[in-house]
Every structure is written in structure tokens, then in C-alpha cells.
């Protein structure tokens, strides 16, 4: 079973940290039980529960009503609201609650729905991203489980897969060339797999190299292909200067190509990006800017 400190509690559900305190006094909503060090710690029974508060909290439910709610009757009010609710919070904290259940029904439910109402590129976008920097805490701090890690990741991927193989081929004679990479030791590549569609969905040619890419790898493909553009994302592989390192490595060994870069390492440094080097910030303002590549 996981744990969870009340911060990751609060990051996860939005209600703060005193709030929840409070909460505990007045209403015994959860139950933190402590570690042989006296430090407290709640468990994904507790998780749950205050996500399926929140999301009743914030459709005007007092507290003082949600608490006299058995869990069955919680659950089962929170169900009923969420069903065709298009509230992003709410549907975020579903998914929650199916990838630590995990319940891929329940997952693909909520996923299926939003992109009948949305369409795949905006559920991505309003959707997807923001429930990855929403549980992203929770990777790096260890309070996910490897099984729930992969469940998540490879559901996505599969649908991304999907996705990607249904786009046309685009016209080699006028598409410009991506290559698309990680570095070395990166391996969250969902977010390179979705600007890896939005490119090809733009008709451009992508060579999707994908995760932990020797250096030497990468300049062997420009070789042989001559590329137009480079795009990378850095979440966790390097941190400080050799990120800053690494940027200006490819920057110099890449000089007539121009370099798209995200990732949340990118966006913790503070480096003076070489003249050829690009931060992209999300994959809308990216797909802004597709068509005047």
C-alpha cells in the first residue's frame, strides 16, 4: 500500500493541508496513522475518500453534509455527477482514483468520454497533461507503485499509438524532417509520443527515435536524414548545469538545425538558451506554432 503525506494529499486534491487537519479533527473524515518515528502518513483509502469530497466540495456540498455520507453513498454521489461532467478537476481526480484502484474500465470510461465531447487533441491537452503535472509529485516522491506507473503509462500509450498509426503518411517531397529523441536515462516519453502526433497530424516528417538516445545516435540519424528540426524534453535524466551543459552541446553540434525543448528540467534552469534553441512551454503553444515552421 502507499502512503502519502498530507502535502501530496494537498497536491492531489486541492483541499489544503489545514483544511484537511481541521477535517480530521472535526469531522474524522480520514484517519493518518504514524510511522515507528512518529511521523504521519495517509493511505490511498484516505486519498480517495478526499478526492471524492473535493470534487462534491467544489459543486457547493457543505462539509458538515459530505461527512454524515457513508463511503458507499460518497462514492456513489460522486459517480453520478461525474458520469458526463466535463469539470476537468473532477474528472482528474477520477482518474486518480482508477490509476491507484487500477481500474482500467474506470479509466478508459472517464477517457473515452472526454474525447467524444472534446475530440483526442484537446482531451491530450486539457486533459491528459494536466493529470500528469497533477500526479508528477507523486512519481519523483515515490508514492506511486511501479505496477500503478505502468498501468497509467501504458494505457496512454496505447491510445497514443493508436492515434499516431491512424495519420496519413504526409508528402516526403514537402514535409519538413523532425528528428525526435529523450536523452540518455530519460524514459518519460508520453509527452514526446503526443508532440510526435500533433507533428505528423501537421503533415510534417517525423524519425520518432524515442527514449535514452546515445548523443552518437543522434547525430548518425541527421546524417543520413538532414534534418529540419530537432525536439527533445528533459524530466528527470539530468538536473542543474548539466542540463545546461547538454542544451549547449546540442546546440553546437546541431547548428543549422533549429531545437525545440520542454520538459520540466528545462523549465527549473535558469540558462541563456543558445540562438537555435527553443523552449517550448505546452503542447498547445507548440501546435500554434506548427504551421509557420
Request: hydrophobic fraction near 40%.
Amino acid at each position: 500500500m502507499a502512503r502519502y503525506s498530507i502535502r501530496e494529499l494537498e497536491k492531489l486534491s486541492g483541499i489544503k493541508a489545514h483544511t484537511i487537519r481541521i477535517w480530521e479533527k472535526r469531522y474524522n473524515i480520514v484517519q493518518p496513522k504514524r510511522t515507528q518515528t512518529n511521523i504521519r502518513y495517509y493511505s490511498e483509502k484516505d486519498l480517495k475518500k478526499l478526492l471524492n469530497i473535493a470534487i462534491l466540495n467544489r459543486q457547493g456540498w457543505k462539509i458538515s453534509e459530505i461527512a454524515r455520507l457513508s463511503n458507499e453513498n460518497l462514492t456513489d454521489k460522486v459517480m453520478k455527477f461525474t458520469y458526463n461532467s466535463q469539470d476537468v478537476e473532477s474528472q482528474i481526480e477520477k482518474m486518480v482514483i482508477a490509476m491507484v484502484d487500477l481500474d482500467e474500465a474506470k479509466f478508459d470510461q472517464i477517457l473515452s468520454n472526454a474525447i467524444m465531447h472534446d475530440g483526442f487533441e484537446q482531451t491530450i491537452i486539457k486533459l491528459i497533461f494536466p493529470f500528469f503535472e497533477k500526479i508528477g509529485l507523486l512519481w519523483q516522491t515515490g508514492s506511486i507503485n511501479p505496477a500503478q506507473e505502468h498501468f497509467i503509462s501504458n494505457l496512454f500509450r496505447q491510445k497514443l499509438m493508436v492515434a499516431i498509426d491512424n495519420l496519413m503518411i504526409p508528402d516526403k517531397k514537402n514535409a519538413r524532417k523532425f528528428i525526435l529523441f529523450l536523452p540518455e536515462n530519460e524514459f518519460h516519453e508520453l509527452g514526446l509520443l503526443f508532440y510526435n502526433y500533433l507533428i505528423k497530424k501537421a503533415g510534417q516528417s517525423v524519425i520518432y527515435l524515442g527514449s535514452s538516445v546515445p548523443f552518437n545516435d543522434i547525430i548518425e540519424t541527421n546524417k543520413m536524414i538532414q534534418a529540419d528540426y530537432l525536439f527533445t524534453s528533459i524530466t528527470t535524466c539530468l538536473t542543474g548545469e548539466k542540463v545546461d551543459q547538454y542544451v549547449r552541446d546540442l546546440a553546437t553540434t546541431f547548428p543549422k538545425q533549429d531545437i525545440f525543448i520542454t520538459g520540466m528540467r528545462i523549465f527549473e534552469t535558469d540558462m541563456n538558451l543558445p540562438s537555435n534553441v527553443e523552449k517550448i512551454s505546452s503542447p498547445l503553444s507548440f501546435n500554434e506554432r506548427l504551421p509557420n515552421l
